[in-house]
């Protein structure tokens, strides 16, 4: 079975703090994503990236960067954080033959509030 | 610009009642794929079916089964004898193959009551 998993389940943080959200996975995935998740809106992809040291952004970047220096690890970093980045935040691998139109595999998330 | 849409918020139904999850999309691609999710509440997605563009048949999976309708631009998710395990949120979502993109609906939370 994959495993994704993420450093916290839940974080408090205080506004313009730096903020590191991390990823692993334990499937030799190749493509790694970041979403966040908020009522309404369903899930947005932040960035993503298909190999090490490789980047896409996503939907909604702004505000945030990420760094993949391994390929089972992907780090979200807000560098200065913000109250309307309170939220869910999950993390996603998939194998990489097909980008993403392949089945992700999710991890618990982190509940970030930001205060 | 793609999009994806789940009308239904929440839908609350009695232990062994069916309930459908309508899911509808736009897209301009030909190629495309369609994912559903579900996400209990301990919060962790889990994959239930991933559907290209070019197979319309339904499936059929025990009490799961899917829709999908190029016609309506519809993709929708049928439990058939709802049990209190399936109470979550749902995710519908769409990928465009040429596309580096990936949209989710806003999902459906379902209640199943004993």
């Known amino acids: 079975d994959v495993k994704v998993t993420q450093s916290s389940r839940y974080l408090v943080k205080r506004t313009g703090e730096k903020v590191f959200l991390e990823c692993v996975q334990d499937?030799?995935?190749?493509?790694m994503f970041w979403y966040r998740q908020d009522p309404g809106l369903g899930l947005r992809l932040i960035y993503f990236s298909y190999d090490v040291k490789m980047k896409e952004k996503g939907d909604i970047p702004e505000g945030y960067s990420v760094s993949r220096e391994k390929k089972e690890r992907f780090s979200l970093i807000l560098e200065s954080a913000s109250t309307n980045q309170t939220s869910m935040y999950l993390c996603?691998?998939?194998?990489?033959?097909?980008?993403?139109?392949?089945?992700?595999?999710f991890g618990p998330g982190t509940r970030l509030l930001v205060l | 610009a793609q999009k994806v849409t789940q009308a239904q918020t929440e839908i609350s139904v009695v232990e062994k009642e069916d309930v459908t999850l309508d899911c509808v999309y736009e897209?301009?691609?030909?190629?495309?794929?369609l994912f559903w999710y579900k996400q209990p509440p301990s919060g962790e997605l889990v994959f239930l079916i991933r559907r290209n563009s070019f197979d319309e048949q339904n499936e059929i999976s025990g009490r799961y089964s899917w829709n999908f309708q190029k016609s309506t631009s519809s993709f929708n998710f049928t439990i058939t004898a709802s049990q209190v395990v399936d109470s979550a949120v749902y995710f519908c979502a769409l990928s465009e193959a040429d596309n580096n993109d990936m949209r989710f609906g806003a999902g459906t939370r379902l209640t199943v009551k004993p």
């Open positions: 897209t301009r691609d030909t190629t495309y794929y």
């Open positions: 996603a691998s998939s194998l990489g033959l097909r980008g993403l139109q392949e089945t992700q595999y």
């Open positions: 499937m030799d995935h190749e493509n």
